[in-house]
């Protein structure tokens, strides 16, 4: 890949906090480009296994030149340490700011949040410091540990009776010592919920936006992993389109086509488009 076109280089991990252990490890590995790679037309973008769609995103993506990245290393991620990765990989950088458009609840003015990476990165760094999340509940304290990618993909195979029981199953997966929850009662659900939330505030984020026509004071939820995940499809689609207008022009299979740099095909598709003019 041409050293010019941006795309031989690395795009750097989010940064790891010294006590998770893994701040070293991360320090010489990067991600790759999504949407330039062959592998990338593998990505089911369709699959309701979100976990796993993210697991498989990053994996294929890692570049752990001196091999120190332990097995796994994406699966015994946070929630919100794997959502941060993805919008890393997604928007190919950390000096990206996301756009996302709302309308006023007031006055239904059009309103654009701006959230740049590093916020977002910021605000990951301050849940990064918390790893057993601990609240008292009528005078016994109870101590969970934050849900993983792991712990993501086997919920996904659940099958629940309804919202309570599978808040109860996922409790008792996270208790950090079992004999604490036998006395949970079903109302305790909901405040273990919420400390969980607030110590991962990346899987359920909300934002306020004030309206600068009206004054409204504008709630939003975004969910940022099905954002990333939707960044990348599109960079996906974009891949196929590629490859449908250089094998209607110049009759190449998908082997030929991927032989030929990203920033050599990104040129074909130039003169494609001038001959066309």
Known sequence: MNILSGTSALIPLPEFSLSSGRHDAVRNAGLRRFGISEADLSADFSSADRAALATYLLESCIVDPAGVLPAGFFREL???????????????????????????????????LELTLQEISMLQSEADQVEVVGLD????????????GRDQELWAGLVVRNER??????????AVSQEVIENIEPEDLS?????????????DFTCSVNCGECGEDNKYAIDLMETALGMLNRAQSQLVIMIHRLA??????????????????????????????
């Open 78 to 112: 946070s929630i919100g340490k794997r959502i941060e990765c993805l919008l890393v990989l997604a928007a190919g950088g950390p000096e990206t700011s996301l756009g996302f458009p709302f309308k006023c609840a007031g006055c239904n003015e059009e309103i654009e």
């Open 137 to 148: 509940i009528r005078g016994r304290r109870l101590e969970f540990r934050k849900p993983t």
């Open 165 to 174: 029981s599978l808040a109860a199953e996922l409790t008792e997966t996270l």
């Open 191 to 203: 405040a273990i919920e919420a400390a969980m939330l607030e110590a991962d505030p990346l899987v």
């Open 248 to 277: 209607s022009h110049y009759h190449w299979n998908e082997k030929e086509i991927f032989s030929v740099p990203h920033w050599r095909r990104k040129q074909y598709l130039e003169l494609i488009g001038a001959v066309r003019k």
